[in-house]
């Protein structure tokens, strides 16, 4: 495996279930991020981690909780979302720490959430 | 006003012909300029990446970077059907705080053959 992998590519749940999302990037870099993408707006950034340490919260709901155990895995877990929840779900990682400028990310190819 | 504003398109032209993609932005402090392309269903990949003003050449792609009247460009030449995506420019400043990059809705372009 190269690059960025998340898994699964597909999820479909109702309200009441609780699923993750896992990423894993190949590459060595030391930030790892969690985007939201919905039609017709920018990309949200939703959670950021630096060096396995969370340093950034948007302001997400508590129906997301990300964990990151090691630097080349970041997890979201999800429970009891909302139909409004449905989106494409992008991990990206950059070599260097988020806010240093210049930090290039590197995405994988998404999750594609359901919530019916 | 949004920080980076870009035109969501569709913008449709045919093969072979030069595209021009366009990002504005307000926040003078961004330092660092990216494109990115987005095929249906994928994650975006990095396509070109800028520090400051001035242009830079990769093939049939060149991006421009022109600070003082904060505006970026995508220019693409002899433009394929296989370039039909979504382009997104992308943005952050020199450093300090933890928002990383901030970008544009995205561009629809389709390339007809």
Request: hydrophobic content about 30%.
């Amino acid at each position: 495996e190269t690059g960025v992998t998340q898994t699964p590519r597909h999820l479909v749940m109702g309200m009441t279930n609780k699923k993750s999302l896992k990423c894993e990037q190949h590459l060595g870099h030391n930030a790892m991020y969690w985007y939201k993408q919905s039609a017709k707006k920018p990309l949200e950034l939703m959670f950021v981690y630096n060096f396995k340490e969370q340093t950034e919260n948007n302001s997400v709901p508590s129906r997301f909780s990300p964990e990151c155990p090691n630097s080349s895995h970041l997890f979201l877990h999800l429970h009891t979302l909302q139909p409004e929840d449905s989106a494409l779900y992008l991990c990206a990682s950059s070599q260097l720490p988020s806010g240093q400028g210049g930090d290039v990310q590197y995405f994988g190819p998404g999750t594609r959430l359901t919530v019916t | 006003q949004k920080e980076v504003e870009q035109d969501p398109g569709p913008l449709s032209v045919p093969e072979g012909a030069i595209v021009s993609l366009n990002c504005t932005y307000s926040n003078s402090a961004f330092q660092y300029f990216m494109w990115y392309r987005q095929y249906s269903r994928k994650g975006p990949e990095l396509l070109m990446y800028t520090y400051s003003s001035g242009n830079k050449e990769d093939g049939r792609f060149t991006a421009q970077v022109d600070k003082s009247s904060k505006y970026i460009s995508l220019f693409i030449r002899d433009s394929q059907p296989s370039d039909s995506a979504t382009y997104l420019c992308a943005m952050e400043g020199s450093g300090g705080g933890a928002d990383g990059l901030t970008f544009g809705k995205g561009t629809h372009l389709i390339i007809q053959p």
